[in-house]
């Protein structure tokens, strides 16, 4: 093995702290999962409010934006997923 | 992420205590010939808390105006005194719309912030769909 190859795997192997989640990456995406309902359950209940009765249009119009940046994030994490999984998938042999 | 979600609540507070401005201005200049009223005023005030925390702005209580009541000399009206003067209103047309025109002014700023946020952080969604 060159040595150029040779601190490519050392700059790898001190890299790899970094990218280690606090827990398991399940709890991780549990606890995404569970912040984004939380975002949602709080938008459905404002917008049905509005809806109803004179509610304050600022908290309508910021929790539809907050639900608006979660969904976007989601979608894009799910999109990725999907693709990483997809690239698996094509793997030959 | 949460830093987008903090701006777009600041912005929120800050065209709510507009929008209270507002309404307190306009509630003066419907009332400019009422007699006895007072004009109402209300100060803002900032949430402090740690150096991090986020600073939303909020109304704080609604406040009457003590200086004088104007005197308007008209012996025909019922309320006048002896002299023939009722006290009118101390509101100045002047400054409430003068007030009303900054406050125009502040929320189309929260509107361009609230518009930028959600530009930046779509922008940086759309990093990831290439």
């Given at each position: ?93 | 992420m949460s830093a987008f979600s903090d701006a777009l609540e600041v912005t929120s507070s800050g065209l709510r205590a507009q929008a209270m ?110």
């Open positions: 093995m060159d040595i150029k190859g040779l601190s490519a795997i050392q700059k790898y192997a001190a890299a790899r702290p970094a990218t280690a989640v606090e827990d398991s990456p399940a709890q991780a995406m549990r606890a995404a999962a569970t912040d984004f309902a939380t975002t949602l359950a709080q938008t459905e209940q404002t917008a049905q409010t509005a809806m109803i009765s004179d509610a304050d249009p600022h908290a309508l119009v910021t929790a539809l934006a907050q639900t608006e940046l979660a969904v976007e994030t989601a979608v894009s994490v799910r999109n990725k997923m999907v693709e990483a999984y997809q690239e698996i998938l094509r793997m030959p042999g | 401005r507002l309404r307190h201005l306009s509630e003066n200049i419907s009332n400019a010939d009422t007699p006895g009223y007072r004009r109402k005023t209300v100060p803002f005030e900032t949430a402090f808390g740690s150096r991090d925390a986020v600073a939303t702005v909020a109304t704080g209580r609604v406040q009457l105006d003590q200086t004088t009541l104007d005197r308007i000399h008209d012996p025909s009206h019922p309320l006048a005194d002896a002299s023939g003067h009722y006290e009118g209103s101390n509101v100045s047309l002047l400054i409430e719309l003068a007030d009303a025109r900054e406050a125009q002014r502040s929320y189309e700023a929260n509107l361009k912030i609230f518009e930028q946020t959600r530009k930046m952080s779509s922008g940086l969604m759309e990093l990831l769909r290439r």
